[in-house]
């Protein structure tokens, strides 16, 4: 599982880091260093004490010993500061190259000069050379030699005693003694020079390679974190071996580990008989195969939302679908406004990778659509109400001409009784008023919905919005709090904004709040600015069982006894005819916040 967050600032530039092999490679080649200075040095005492004819005179002895003590010395002391020197590391290698060819000089000249056995510590440091410095090293060991030899053979020279029988043969002899050895360190330098610059041209190669695949490492991360889609691989066994961010948040998820877990740990509504979960029998016989190769499906998860989803736990699998959707696991229903729910769109794909054909596992996509269901049920809603409301509306108009017969005509014959002084029984008298008031209840219910079906064309103009709301607290001075500021002018239609204020204040009032605060704010969207007038009331609020209030918008609907249902849904037509919107939301601690949205005034 990827970790969930990622430096604001992330480098998908890595580069080899060379410091780091260098000082690897440095380190190694100083143990190298101690261990043969130490076995050199004990193999030569050994050596020494038990042959029965000493190698060397023993007052040369201790002087050995001692050159192999500090060559060991400066090894460790090497050891030590190599980890401060880290901006120095050629400096470093080349004074250790210069130490060791000194000391290793000085063994040769105690030991016999250039006949000494220990001549081969100079292929041994030119060796070292290519591995710390590559040719540079290689050759400057070399170049150390040439002056080490001459000196030796300068010296071996020198003790010749001509006068006394030694011959040109002997000075020949150490010349091209000298010479010799001179040219096989120069063709060893050659050979471990070529080497060592092969070697470094394959480990930048690798070390780049290495630096590529951090770089297409991180960038993948970064995409896995950065797609809103949930993704999970799964391996021929149905085991989880990856899941992203978004499809631990989608699944609830988040700061659970299921890596190495069966898929029925992410989805534990899935069927029984899948348990051991054979994956293409599931496939087959649950999900739908595309044309193109993938099983598709949609679902929806109630989950918990954030502050309750430690203690909750559970991904509840709802079927309450619209057709041709599908839902896996048991029906059950959540408390009303403790879970959110979230529509999935689903598709799995198998993965079986062209280098390593029986690595196969399947690939899932997790995509959240609930925007996009509710604006598709919206729409289809809104699109059946349209059609029923030109339907409506004419029905009402023919409606509301008999109608208007039948109230003059009850009208008229209360008149023509009154005339002619005829005295009606007590149920003739009721039954003519309940006649009369249910007829004018007719009237007004047509009234009002001719009213939302087609709405006035709204007159425009700028106005306070303070100033308007003070007007209608004259009525209800006492339970009306106006937090309006003298800068809240808005470009709307005067009348029909006091109609919608009104009807909130009103429908505030018949649900028990004592009080009704309204008050706004400016916002900034798109290039437009709006107030947003909320009025907020303590009254009894919604019910729990409205999941979506914005049901409350609907024609019809009511929680009164008396309500028509087209109060709220005529404030919301006037809203939107002034280039508004009207919405409501729960008020913490109980009652009811509706936000106006309108237009603001530039005239101000």
């Given at each position: 599982m990827y970790e969930s967050t990622l430096p604001q600032q992330t480098q998908f530039t890595h580069q080899p880091d060379i410091l780091s092999l260098t000082k690897q490679r440095l380190t190694w080649l100083l143990l190298v260093r101690v261990i043969l200075s130490v076995g050199i040095g004990f193999s030569f005492v050994f050596l020494q004490a038990t042959r029965l004819r000493p190698l060397y005179p023993e007052e040369s002895l201790p002087t050995i010993i001692s050159v192999f003590v500090a060559i060991y010395i400066f090894?460790?002391?090497?050891?030590?500061?190599?980890?401060?020197?880290?901006?120095?590391?050629?400096?470093?290698?080349?004074?250790?190259?210069?130490?060791d060819c000194l000391g290793s000089g000085a063994l040769m000249f105690l030991t016999g000069g250039m006949e000494s056995p220990l001549i081969f510590l100079f292929a041994i440091h030119v060796l070292m050379g290519a591995v710390s410095l590559y040719r540079q090293g290689a050759w400057f060991v070399v170049i150390l030699a040439m002056g080490i030899f001459a000196l030796l053979c300068a010296h071996e020279i020198s003790s010749l005693d001509f006068q006394r029988g030694a011959s040109l043969r002997s000075l020949r002899y150490i010349l091209t003694n000298g010479l010799y050895q001179l040219g096989l360190l120069s063709f060893i330098a050659v050979l471990t020079a070529y080497l060592s610059e092969q070697t470094r041209v394959a480990q930048l190669r690798l070390s780049f390679a290495n630096s590529d695949m951090k770089t297409l490492k991180l960038l993948n991360k970064h995409l896995l974190l950065s797609v809103h889609n949930g993704?999970?691989?799964?391996?021929?066994?149905?085991?989880?071996?990856?899941?992203?961010?978004?499809?631990?948040?989608?699944?609830?998820?988040?700061?659970?580990?299921?890596?190495?877990e069966q898929i029925q740990t992410v989805f534990p509504h899935l069927p029984t008989k899948l348990s051991h979960l054979n994956l293409q029998a599931m496939v087959d016989e649950h999900f739908i195969l595309t044309d193109t190769g993938v099983y598709s499906w949609e679902y929806s998860v109630l989950k918990p939302p954030i502050e309750e989803s430690a203690s909750e736990g559970n991904i509840l699998i709802d079927k309450n679908f619209p057709n041709g959707q599908y839902s896996l696991g048991k029906h059950k229903l959540a408390p009303s406004g403790s879970f959110d729910r979230i529509v999935l769109d689903c598709s799995l794909s198998e993965v079986s990778p062209s280098y390593e054909p029986s690595q196969r596992g399947w690939l899932m996509i997790l995509q959240d659509v609930s925007i996009k269901r509710r604006l598709e049920l919206k729409v289809a809603h809104r699109e059946r109400l349209a059609s029923l409301g030109e339907m409506a509306a004419q029905i009402a108009h023919e409606v509301r001409n008999p109608l208007a017969g039948m109230v003059s005509s009850i009208e008229l014959l209360n008149q023509r009784r009154a005339q002619n002084e005829e005295a009606l029984d007590p149920l003739e008298s009721r039954l003519l008023k309940i006649i009369g008031r249910e007829a004018q209840r007719i009237n007004q219910l047509t009234e009002s919905f001719l009213r939302f079906s087609r709405p006035p064309k709204p007159h425009l103009t700028n106005f306070s919005l303070k100033l308007l709301v003070h007007e209608l607290s004259l009525i209800q001075s006492n339970r009306l709090v106006n937090l309006l500021d003298d800068q809240v002018w808005v470009f709307a239609d005067s009348d029909q904004v006091r109609q919608i204020l009104w009807n909130l204040f009103n429908n505030a009032w018949e649900a028990g709040s004592e009080q009704v605060e309204i008050s706004a704010y400016l916002i900034e969207a798109q290039l437009k600015r709006f107030w947003k007038i909320q009025v907020a009331d303590q009254g009894a609020g919604f019910p729990n069982t409205l999941e979506d209030l914005d049901l409350i918008f609907q024609p019809f609907y009511s929680n009164k006894e008396q309500g028509t249902g087209l109060g709220l849904s005529l404030c919301r037509a006037l809203a939107v005819q002034q280039g508004g919107h009207l919405e409501v939301a729960r008020r913490q601690g109980g009652g009811a916040v509706f936000t106006l949205e309108l237009p603001i005034s530039y005239e101000v």
């Open positions: 090894n460790l002391i090497f050891i030590f500061a190599l980890g401060r020197l880290e901006k120095h590391h050629e400096f470093f290698s080349y004074f250790q190259l210069l130490i993704i999970i691989y799964l391996n021929s066994k149905g085991l989880i071996l990856m899941i992203n961010q978004a499809a631990e948040e989608f699944l609830g998820l988040t700061g659970q580990g299921v890596i190495k």
